[in-house]
């Protein structure tokens, strides 16, 4: 049973004492409407002055803002449609927090533009490659291998927080409260599918997972080496050779961000895949921890 708690009674955001990991459970979605201000103080090579890392975080974020909205309305559509009540609130809570990401995206992407990023430029293939789905179900499941993604990121990030060693803090709230959300909402986009491909056999539906998730990655990834190699332009880093054997080392081998996700990544192509399979409550837990620790010091509450 999943809880969807979004009054001050619980969080709302309310600060540490509501805060507290033992006033939930572990798959209870909590949307936190927290500002971190990055808009407000824009910060080049945020990531301990490093371009690669500070380029592998802010690539991620120019998906955001408009791949959380086709999130969103790829839920919603089956929201009324499947007639259960307790799927419809799950999605309401998945959708809260969507829409408070894409907000804090949002101002993050604006604050990338005032560093001379040219991120309408970095923005545009990202609504392209989502245009080009059509169908309900086809937006469904690509929304589930995203998902898949975000969850399998947002993993690694919660486990490594010492990834972050280095980071200036409101970047790294940003990317630890959103790491916790993705963890806690994961299950969401599989559990519509499930529902409303009730009708075919098990085999079909994997298909179409499988298909999506391929569909997905690829596009992604060509969009996403083509936005580094505009993003090193722009700080006066030529992106030849002696940057993209750094960008590998970087995503593969310290600090790893990628080698860490791809066993992760790839348990989705398991027949049996199911995100609530693996217990994530310890991690959920020490998410929950870590955000009621660090936002109250910040004074970043909403
Ligand atoms: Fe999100
Ligand atoms: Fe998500």
């Known amino acids: 049973m999943v809880t969807i708690v979004t009054d001050g009674a619980g969080y709302g955001w309310k600060g540490k004492?509501?805060?507290?990991?033992?006033?939930?459970?572990?798959?209870?979605?909590?949307?936190?409407?927290?500002?971190?201000?990055?808009?407000d103080k824009p910060t080049r090579h945020w990531f301990a002055g490093d371009i690669v890392k500070t380029a592998l975080a802010d690539g991620l974020s120019i998906f955001l803002p408009e791949g959380e909205r086709f999130f969103i309305r790829s839920l919603k559509h089956y929201a009324t449609q499947l007639d259960d009540r307790e799927l419809a609130e799950e999605i309401n809570g998945y959708a809260v927090q969507e829409a408070y990401?894409?907000?804090?995206?949002?101002?993050?992407?604006?604050a990338m533009a005032a560093l001379g990023y040219d991120v309408k430029a970095m923005e545009g293939p990202v609504a392209s490659a989502l245009g080009l789905t059509k169908k309900p179900l086809q937006r469904l499941a690509v929304t589930c291998a995203i998902e898949h993604l975000t969850a399998t990121l947002s993993t690694v990030t919660l486990r490594h927080p010492e990834m972050f060693d280095g980071a200036e803090p409101h970047y790294r709230r940003l990317w630890m409260w959103h790491a916790l959300e993705?963890?806690?909402?994961?299950?969401?986009?599989?559990?519509?599918?499930?529902?409303?491909?009730?009708?075919m056999s098990g085999w079909q539906r994997y298909l179409l997972r499988v298909i999506a998730m391929n569909a997905t990655i690829v596009p992604f990834l060509l969009i996403f080496l083509r936005n580094t190699h505009l993003y090193a332009k722009t700080d006066g880093v030529k992106p030849g050779f002696r940057f993209w054997m750094r960008f590998l080392?970087?995503?593969?081998?310290?600090?790893?961000?990628?080698?860490?996700?791809?066993?992760?990544?790839?348990?989705?192509?398991?027949?049996?895949?199911?995100?609530?399979?693996?217990?994530?409550?310890?991690?959920?837990?020490?998410?929950?921890?870590?955000?009621?620790?660090?936002?109250p010091a910040a004074g970043a509450t909403a």
């Open 182 to 199: 993705e963890i806690e909402h994961k299950a969401v986009a599989l559990d519509v599918l499930k529902k409303a491909t009730a009708n």
């Open 101 to 110: 990401h894409t907000r804090e995206h949002e101002d993050y992407n604006r």
């Open 249 to 295: 080392w970087v995503v593969f081998v310290s600090p790893g961000f990628w080698r860490r996700c791809i066993p992760l990544l790839l348990r989705y192509y398991l027949p049996g895949f199911d995100p609530r399979n693996s217990d994530d409550a310890a991690l959920v837990m020490k998410g929950r921890e870590w955000i009621a620790r660090e936002m």
């Open 17 to 39: 004492e509501g805060a507290t990991a033992d006033h939930h459970g572990a798959d209870d979605i909590i949307p936190r409407d927290i500002r971190f201000g990055i808009v």
